[in-house]
């Protein structure tokens, strides 16, 4: 009944920009908090940055100063912009929103497919 879809990954050269884009459609109350995984191959999957509902976020250390996530509640998006990208950077994205599908029902975990970003040096 929910789906997120990812978009906005691609190939870029190092101390490029990319804007990732993840839209949250189907059938559900609300979202609480939604954010950013990425993991590259042989490692595991780690947080990039996270938003509550209310606009407050965190961030990895090391995309610090350089990624920005957002989101329009209004349209179920969050965003992640992502400046001076670095080769290690390089890592299939992922989208994640917790979701409340009736009204005081508890919020449970949905994730997108993941979209594809490489840095080249």
């Known amino acids: 009944q929910v789906q997120l879809v990812e978009s906005g990954g691609g190939l870029v050269q190092a101390g490029g920009s990319l804007r990732l884009s993840c839209a949250a459609s189907?059938?559900?109350?609300?979202?609480?908090?939604m954010g950013w995984y990425r993991q590259a191959p042989g490692k595991q999957r780690e947080l990039v940055a996270a938003i509550t509902s209310g606009g407050s976020t965190n961030y990895a250390d090391d995309v610090k100063g350089r990624f920005t996530i957002s989101r329009d509640n209004a349209n179920n998006t969050v965003f992640l912009q992502m400046n001076s990208l670095r080769p290690e950077d390089t890592a299939v994205y992922y989208c994640?929103?917790?979701?409340?599908?009736?009204?005081?029902?508890?919020?449970?975990?949905?994730w997108g497919q993941g979209t594809q970003v490489t840095v080249s040096s």
């Open positions: 189907g059938r559900f109350f609300s979202i609480n908090a």
């Open positions: 994640n929103a917790g979701v409340r599908r009736i009204p005081f029902s508890p919020f449970y975990d949905y």
